[in-house]
């Protein structure tokens, strides 16, 4: 079926509208580049074409009104949406925002900064330039003297100095900022979710073999939308530290992380692999101790997970939480829940979870890439004491996923 052909029998569902009657915003939409099942197409053609929420179909109550692309991939179809949907895919960023005129013409700028041909550094960290993008928004904002809120795919930069500076122009500016991944808003299975002030005594996160940055972050931004909600709020990271191969298992002998909280995690798995965790050749464990005594991990174990799995320790409960956090791989309907948050952003002002979480995940990424890169030494980091409050309610997808 083509999606034109979807879209109009989707057109015959009851359709909910977020926001109600007011005015659709205008987009700008910034993208690297733009192919069937790229993370442009997983946003950007949910804006044009609407999206499912588990049963629930929702028409977008904004329109992308211009879009820019770094590079045109070989089987592009940004042009083709262009046309289809009519809105001008322009020569530069400041073009998109401004649609020809000498000010900020938009309501809302949606930048998707993944996939592509751009390099990889000697930290495994692949230059996917969302600061570059990002610098070019702001000066706009600075030149109109006015600013929109803005959402930033998945982490901020794999240069934490950029990232704190991108997070720092957010707040002099004074305009909504959102940013991160699907991961913490897709559906979980069970529906494990906490209060504030939950009492976490351990956390971990079991994961698969995407081990460069790009994987990792997932894994983080997986693990930190469970553990903000603790007793005390998030105070930040204090240190970081990557391990791979035995020094993996030696560290849970040192009781460094937990084996009955991979075991609880590995239960939750629909599509786990044959063998034994111990069995799997090169298993990476990523290592964060936070400010306030909280200690936690990230296990990745390449060729028998696949899944994104967490485990947790709650103080007073003999029995460890655990859940599978659900990726549709059939339609990535992951990416649903993600935009219905950025659209609550572009109507409300009001971004669906803190630009903090991704801030704090980026930071402890970039230096756990740096601690690889020392030969996976320990690293302090003081600079990573970022201290914010989780949503009251959790913003996730609610149902099975599909």
Same mark, same amino acid.
């Given at each position: 079926?083509?999606?034109?052909?979807?879209?109009?029998?989707?057109?015959?569902?009851?359709?909910?509208?977020?926001?109600?009657a007011?005015?659709?915003?205008?987009?700008?939409?910034?993208?690297?580049?733009?192919h069937?099942?790229?993370?442009?197409?997983?946003?950007?053609?949910?804006?044009?074409?609407?999206?499912w929420?588990d049963?629930?179909?929702?028409?977008?109550?904004?329109?992308?009104?211009?879009?820019?692309?770094?590079?045109?991939?070989?089987?592009?179809?940004?042009?083709?949406?262009?046309?289809?949907?009519?809105?001008? @895919?322009?020569?530069?960023?400041? !073009? $998109? #925002?401004?649609? +020809?005129?000498?000010?900020? %013409?938009?309501? =809302?700028?949606?930048?998707?900064?993944?996939?592509?041909?751009?390099?990889?550094?000697?930290?495994?960290?692949?230059?996917?330039?969302?600061?570059?993008?990002?610098?070019?928004?702001?000066?706009?904002?600075?030149?109109?003297?006015?600013?929109?809120?803005?959402?930033?795919?998945?982490?901020?930069?794999?240069?934490?100095?950029?990232?704190?500076?991108?997070?720092?122009w957010?707040?002099?500016?004074?305009?909504?900022?959102?940013?991160?991944?699907?991961?913490?808003?897709?559906?979980?299975?069970?529906?494990?979710?906490?209060? @504030?002030?939950?009492?976490?005594? !351990? $956390? #971990?996160?079991? +994961?698969?073999?995407?081990? %460069?940055?790009? =994987?990792?972050f997932?894994?983080?931004?997986?693990?930190?939308?469970?553990?903000e909600?603790?007793?005390?709020?998030?105070?930040?990271?204090?240190?970081?530290?990557?391990?791979?191969?035995?020094?993996?298992?030696?560290?849970?002998?040192?009781?460094?992380?937990?084996?009955?909280?991979?075991?609880?995690?590995?239960?939750?798995?629909?599509?786990?692999?044959?063998?034994?965790?111990?069995?799997?050749?090169?298993?990476?464990?990523?290592?964060l101790?936070?400010?306030d005594?909280?200690?936690?991990?990230?296990?990745?174990?390449?060729?028998?997970?696949?899944?994104?799995?967490?485990?947790?320790?709650?103080?007073?409960?003999?029995?460890?939480?655990?859940?599978?956090?659900?990726?549709?791989?059939?339609?990535?309907?992951?990416?649903?829940?993600?935009?219905?948050?950025?659209?609550?952003?572009?109507?409300?002002?009001?971004?669906?979870?803190?630009?903090?979480?991704?801030?704090?995940?980026?930071?402890?990424l970039?230096?756990?890439?740096?601690?690889?890169?020392?030969?996976?030494?320990?690293?302090?980091?003081?600079?990573?004491?970022?201290?914010?409050?989780?949503?009251?309610?959790?913003?996730?997808?609610?149902?099975?996923?599909?």
């Amino acid at each position: 079926m083509r999606r034109r052909d979807f879209i109009q029998i989707a057109a015959t569902w009851p359709a909910r509208r977020l926001g109600g009657a007011a005015a659709r915003k205008k987009i700008a939409a910034l993208s690297t580049t733009y192919h069937v099942r790229s993370h442009s197409d997983n946003f950007i053609t949910r804006f044009l074409e609407g999206y499912w929420i588990d049963k629930q179909y929702y028409e977008s109550p904004a329109d992308i009104v211009s879009l820019y692309m770094d590079q045109v991939h070989p089987a592009d179809i940004g042009y083709r949406l262009s046309t289809a949907y009519n809105f001008p @895919v322009t020569k530069s960023i400041a !073009d $998109a #925002l401004t649609l +020809g005129t000498d000010r900020l %013409s938009v309501d =809302g700028v949606l930048l998707v900064a993944e996939h592509g041909d751009y390099p990889f550094n000697d930290k495994q960290q692949q230059l996917y330039p969302r600061y570059e993008f990002f610098e070019q928004v702001v000066q706009v904002f600075r030149e109109s003297g006015r600013a929109v809120p803005v959402f930033s795919d998945k982490h901020l930069s794999y240069d934490w100095t950029k990232a704190r500076q991108m997070y720092d122009w957010s707040r002099e500016l004074h305009f909504p900022f959102m940013a991160g991944s699907s991961l913490p808003v897709t559906f979980r299975r069970p529906e494990l979710d906490y209060a @504030v002030g939950v009492r976490l005594e !351990d $956390a #971990l996160m079991v +994961g698969g073999g995407w081990t %460069s940055d790009g =994987g990792i972050f997932h894994n983080l931004e997986t693990l930190q939308c469970f553990v903000e909600r603790r007793a005390g709020g998030e105070t930040g990271i204090r240190a970081v530290q990557h391990l791979e191969g035995e020094a993996v298992w030696r560290a849970a002998e040192d009781g460094r992380w937990s084996k009955d909280l991979m075991k609880a995690a590995l239960s939750r798995g629909e599509t786990i692999g044959p063998g034994r965790p111990e069995d799997v050749s090169k298993p990476v464990l990523c290592l964060l101790e936070y400010n306030d005594g909280l200690r936690a991990a990230v296990l990745m174990l390449g060729g028998l997970v696949n899944e994104y799995l967490v485990a947790f320790r709650v103080k007073g409960r003999p029995a460890i939480d655990s859940t599978l956090c659900y990726i549709p791989t059939e339609n990535s309907n992951n990416f649903s829940m993600l935009v219905h948050g950025i659209n609550q952003m572009y109507q409300t002002g009001k971004p669906s979870h803190p630009v903090e979480r991704t801030l704090l995940t980026t930071g402890a990424l970039s230096f756990l890439m740096e601690s690889v890169h020392q030969g996976h030494k320990r690293l302090d980091t003081p600079m990573l004491r970022v201290n914010y409050s989780p949503p009251a309610a959790s913003f996730y997808a609610h149902g099975r996923g599909s």
